[in-house]
C-alpha cells in the first residue's frame, strides 16, 4: 500500500500485530508550513468568534445602558410623562405621573388611556386629536379623577410620537399639576374679597356702635325708673340682650377688619394649641369628645402672635367639638414641619392639622366655608372662619380645609417659621 501522497513522500510504519514482516502501511508526512498555515486559519476564526461573542455582549450592555438612561431621564422630570402606543394603551409612565395620579405603572400599563380616565377627562380626546390633525395639543384645564377619587387639575400637553421615516408610534402626554396653582389664586381672590369687605366692616361697626351704646343705656334707664311698670321689663331685657349681641357681631367685625397691629415674636404652636385645648376642656367633656394629640416636638418657632393664633385655634377646635356634638367622637390635633411650603411663598412651615369625626361638609357649601357671614349654625355669625383666615393671612400663611360627607373634616394651618431677623416686631 505504498503510495506518495500529496504533499510529501511516505513514511513506514511499524508492523502491527498479524502483519507479515515486510509488510509496512504508509501515511503521508504533512510539511511544517501547512500546519502553521492550518493554525493560522484556525486561530483566526477563534478570535473572529471571539469578536463576535464580544460584539453581542457589548451591544446589550449598550441597550441595558441606554434604557437605564431614558428611564432615569424620565423619573427625573418634575411634570408625568405618559406614553401610549397607536391604540391608545398606555405604554410607560414615569414616577411623577403615577404620584400624580395616585395610579401605578403595574396597575395601569397596557390599558387604554380612556379607560383609566374616563370620560368627562379629556385627556383620551386630547391624544385621539393630536393623532387626527398631526400636530400637539394642549389643555391648560383638564380635570381627572385620581386612583383614590380626588379631583385634579391639569395643565396637559399631547405631543406625537413618530419613527425616522415619520410614521406615527404613538403619543407623549406631558402632565403638570395644576391645583396648587388654582388653589392659590383661590386664595388671592379670597383676601382681596376680604380685604375690601374690611375696610367696609370696620366703617359699619364704628357707626353702628355709638347708637347700640345709647339703646342699652336708655333700656336701663327705663328699668330704673320708679314708675316703670315691671310688666315692661321683659321688653327691655330683650333690648339689653339683642344689643349685647349685636355688640359681639361689631367686635367681631372690628377684629376681621384687623384694625389691632400684630404682635409679633417667636412662638411655639404647640405651646398655643394646648392652651386652646386646656380652655375648651368643659365643651369637651359635656360633648364626650376625646382628644388625640400627635405633636411634632421640634416643629421650631413661628413669627407670630401668640393671642391672634389662640383665637384661631379656639375657632378651630370649637367648630370640631360642635361637628361632633349628636355623638361625640375624637378629635385629632397635630403638628408636623414642612420644609418646603408653596402656600408661604416656598418658606419652612409649621403645619397645625385638626380633625373632626362629624358629618362632613357637603361640596357646595365647602366653596362658601371662609366667606364673611356663611354658616351652617342655627346661631352663629358667619364671621369665625372668615377672622381666623384674615389673622393666618396677616402671619403670612393659609388656611385649607378638607371635608369628605359622613366622614369628617380636616382644617390645615400653615405658619411660616421665624427668619433670623423676626423678633418682635409689628
Known amino acids: 500500500m505504498a503510495g506518495k501522497p500529496p504533499g510529501g513522500p511516505a513514511v513506514p510504519l511499524p508492523n502491527p500485530k498479524g502483519r507479515r514482516a515486510g509488510d509496512q502501511d504508509l501515511v503521508p508526512v504533512v510539511p511544517a508550513v501547512a500546519v502553521r498555515g492550518d493554525r493560522r486559519k484556525a486561530n483566526a476564526s477563534a478570535r473572529s468568534g471571539e469578536r463576535r461573542g464580544h460584539t453581542k455582549a457589548e451591544l446589550a450592555a449598550a441597550l441595558e445602558a441606554l434604557r437605564a438612561y431614558h428611564e432615569d431621564l424620565l423619573s427625573s422630570l418634575q411634570d408625568g410623562v405618559i406614553i401610549l402606543d397607536r391604540d391608545s394603551r398606555i405604554v410607560s409612565v414615569n414616577q411623577a405621573a403615577e404620584e400624580l395620579t395616585g395610579f401605578s405603572r403595574s396597575q395601569i400599563a397596557g390599558r387604554p388611556i380612556g379607560d383609566v380616565f374616563a370620560p368627562p377627562a379629556p385627556l383620551s380626546a386630547l391624544a385621539a386629536k393630536t393623532v387626527a390633525r398631526g400636530r400637539s395639543h394642549t389643555d391648560f384645564d383638564a380635570h381627572v379623577v385620581r386612583a383614590d377619587g380626588s379631583p385634579l387639575t391639569l395643565s396637559t400637553v399631547a405631543s406625537l410620537m413618530s419613527d425616522p421615516t415619520g410614521e406615527q408610534r404613538g403619543v407623549v402626554l406631558v402632565l403638570r399639576d395644576l391645583s396648587r396653582v388654582r388653589d392659590m389664586e383661590e386664595q388671592l381672590r379670597r383676601s382681596e374679597r376680604l380685604a375690601a369687605l374690611g375696610v367696609l366692616a370696620a366703617g359699619v361697626a364704628h357707626e353702628v356702635r355709638n347708637p347700640l351704646v345709647g339703646i342699652r343705656a336708655a333700656a336701663q334707664l327705663l328699668e330704673g325708673e320708679p314708675s316703670f311698670a315691671p310688666s315692661l321689663r321683659e321688653f327691655t331685657g330683650i333690648i339689653i340682650r339683642q344689643v349685647d349681641r349685636l355688640n359681639r357681631i361689631v367686635e367681631e367685625l372690628l377684629v376681621f377688619a384687623g384694625q389691632r397691629p400684630l404682635q409679633r ?18 365643651a369637651l367633656q359635656s360633648g364626650r369628645v376625646t382628644v388625640l394629640r400627635r405633636y411634632d416636638p421640634e416643629v421650631p418657632a413661628v413669627a407670630g402672635d401668640p393671642d391672634r393664633l389662640l383665637q384661631v385655634f379656639l375657632n378651630l377646635v370649637r367648630n370640631g367639638v360642635e361637628a361632633m356634638v349628636a355623638g361625640g367622637g375624637e378629635l385629632a390635633v397635630r403638628t408636623r414641619f414642612e420644609r418646603v411650603a408653596p402656600q408661604c411663598g416656598g418658606r419652612s412651615a409649621a403645619v397645625v392639622e385638626i380633625s373632626d369625626r362629624g358629618p362632613g361638609i357637603p361640596p357646595e357649601a365647602e366653596r362658601q366655608l371662609f366667606n364673611p357671614f356663611f ?48 423678633g418682635t416686631r409689628t
Do not use: M, Y
Open 265 to 282: 415674636r417667636p412662638c411655639n404652636v404647640n405651646q398655643i394649641l394646648e392652651e386652646a385645648l386646656r380652655l375648651e376642656e368643659p
Open 375 to 422: 354658616t351652617t349654625k342655627d346661631t352663629g355669625t358667619g364671621l369665625g372662619l372668615s377672622i381666623s383666615v384674615r389673622i393666618v393671612e396677616e402671619h403670612g400663611g393659609t388656611v385649607e380645609a378638607q371635608s369628605r360627607v359622613g366622614e369628617g373634616t380636616t382644617f390645615r394651618v400653615l405658619l411660616p417659621l421665624a427668619r433670623d431677623d423676626e
